[in-house]
T-cell receptor, first 114, second 111 residues
Framework: ETGVTQSPTHLIKTRGQQVTLRCSSQ?????VSWYQQALGQGPQFIFQ???????GRGNFPPRFSGLQFPNYSSELNVNALELDDSALYLC?????????????FGPGTRLLVL | DQQVKQNSPSLSVQEGRISILNCDYT??????FLWYKKYPAEGPTFLIS?????DKNEDGRFTVFLNKSAKHLSLHIVPSQPGDSAVYFC??????????FGAGTRLFVKA
């Protein structure tokens, strides 16, 4: 059983650029959530996908968007990058939608916006 | 608006002693609470959880206590081991999927 993987591990972009981060869910998991963790803070919920549909969103602007594919892998896209977007981006997969199931996190992608 | 607060950024404990990590929340709609542990360069790892209908949940060396009237929960680790040194996040959910995390407490267990 493979765990949650994310790519790339590190990324440097400049303001105004666009970035795509990728996540491969744990085997058998149909739900993926994305989080942003700024330095010194806890993870902040961006959105969640369940069976290829977005089914919940945190307080992030529309330039943060995502996709989930039939194999339940996922992408996070951020357009018009801002300096404050510099953070660790985590994805987490789980077996069901909502509820008390356990989320399994990937190691994250560290994004630096210059 | 911090709905989940971990007011101690760090905690240092001697090996073999008890570690107590605290967490406060403001939203009375939260009904499920979790603790995650995070090592450097790794994602958070689920440690233990508790439903709001309980006041205690125990798993080996880890026990979580919930005081709903005070909107407070704590994680007890006993005995503490050097391998427990990590950042611990308290998290909460309320009637859905959105998980709210605290800022974390860095635990140092000294040998």
């Amino acid at each position: 059983e493979t765990g949650v993987t994310q790519s790339p591990t590190h990324l440097i972009k400049t303001r105004g650029q666009q970035v795509t981060l990728r996540c491969s869910s744990q085997s058998g998991h149909n739900t993926v959530s994305w989080y942003q963790q700024a330095l010194g803070q806890g993870p902040q919920f961006i959105f969640q996908y369940y069976r290829e549909e977005e089914n919940g969103r945190g307080n992030f602007p529309p330039r943060f968007s995502g996709l989930q594919f039939p194999n339940y892998s996922s992408e996070l896209n951020v357009n018009a990058l801002e300096l404050d977007d510099s953070a660790l981006y985590l994805c987490a997969s789980s077996a069901n939608e909502g509820g008390g199931e356990t989320q399994y996190f990937g190691p994250g992608t560290r994004l630096l916006v210059l | 608006d911090q709905q989940v607060k971990q007011n101690s950024p760090s905690l240092s404990v001697q090996e073999g002693r008890i570690s107590i990590l605290n967490c406060d929340y403001t939203n009375s709609m939260f009904d499920y609470f979790l603790w995650y542990k995070k090592y450097p360069a790794e994602g958070p790892t689920f440690l233990i959880s508790i439903s709001s209908i309980k006041d205690k949940n125990e798993d080996g060396r880890f026990t979580v206590f919930l005081n709903k009237s005070a909107k407070h929960l704590s994680l007890h680790i006993v005995p503490s081991q050097p391998g427990d040194s990590a950042v611990y996040f308290c998290a909460a959910r309320g009637g859905g999927f959105k998980t709210i995390f605290g800022a974390g407490t860095r635990l140092f267990v000294k040998a």
